[in-house]
């Protein structure tokens, strides 16, 4: 094979690579924008900001990212993941011993039984046992409401991982097709310069010896 013939394929064929891997890009970049953006303006919706620097407690203050992020507004999925992992997850911790609120369950439905036996035997004990009930059904509401919040604001964090997974695909994109096409301008180059009669590989003939 003609060795300009060679050079021009391979060129072309960089070219249509490095075109199909901007494609790819623009469509990751285009993704990541997207990932980005939602979860700024849905996280910005929320009107949620960090303690401010010198009202946070000595617990707080030994996280990193709180005391990073102190009186700022919560508007990214880093910052999300900061809030519902070291804010809530360290103030749900203080709440009836740490239990969740399927660990609550069972306890708030005995005490109910208690109260219900209490008030038909009218029982000495039934102010105490409403108390109770009381106090057990505030902290698994509680519990129930940060829980939540807890896991929108990770789910927010995770789908911002989405679009910082796609940026960097973009960026690997984007390097390769480039050395593609410098590669293929180079193929290019060479095509233009090597004569038209040069062969690649040609085998070498044999000497016929008389």
């Given at each position: 094979m003609k060795r300009r013939t060679l050079d021009l394929l391979f060129s072309i064929g960089g070219l249509g690579l490095a075109v199909l891997l901007l494609v790819?890009?623009?469509v990751l970049t285009t993704n990541a924008n997207f990932a980005n953006n939602y979860v700024h303006d849905q996280l910005a919706a929320q009107h949620i900001s960090f303690t401010p620097q010198d009202k946070l407690s000595d617990e707080e203050k030994k996280s990193d990212c709180l005391r990073e992020y102190a009186g700022q507004q919560l508007t990214t999925g880093k910052q999300a993941e900061c809030y519902a992992n070291e804010y809530i997850g360290l103030h749900l911790t203080?709440?009836?011993g740490?239990?969740?609120?399927?660990?609550?369950?069972?306890?708030?439905?005995?005490?109910?039984?208690?109260?219900a036996q209490a008030?038909?035997?009218?029982?000495?004990n039934l102010t105490?046992?409403?108390k109770q009930l009381a106090e057990v059904s505030a902290q698994r509401d509680t519990v129930f409401k940060?829980?939540?919040?807890?896991?929108?604001?990770?789910?927010?964090?995770?789908?911002?991982?989405?679009?910082?997974?796609?940026?960097?695909?973009?960026?690997?994109?984007y390097l390769g097709a480039a050395l593609l096409?410098?590669?293929?301008?180079?193929?290019?180059?060479?095509?233009l310069r090597t004569p038209a009669s040069a062969t690649f590989a040609a085998p070498e003939h044999e000497k016929i010896t008389n």
């Open positions: 790819v890009g623009v203080s709440i009836a740490g239990k969740t609120y399927a660990d609550l369950g069972a306890p708030q439905s005995a005490l109910r039984e208690q109260v008030e038909q035997a009218k029982a000495a105490d046992l409403q940060g829980e939540t919040l807890r896991g929108l604001l990770l789910t927010s964090y995770g789908f911002s991982e989405f679009g910082r997974k796609a940026e960097q695909g973009a960026l690997a994109m096409l410098l590669l293929s301008a180079a193929g290019l180059l060479h095509a």
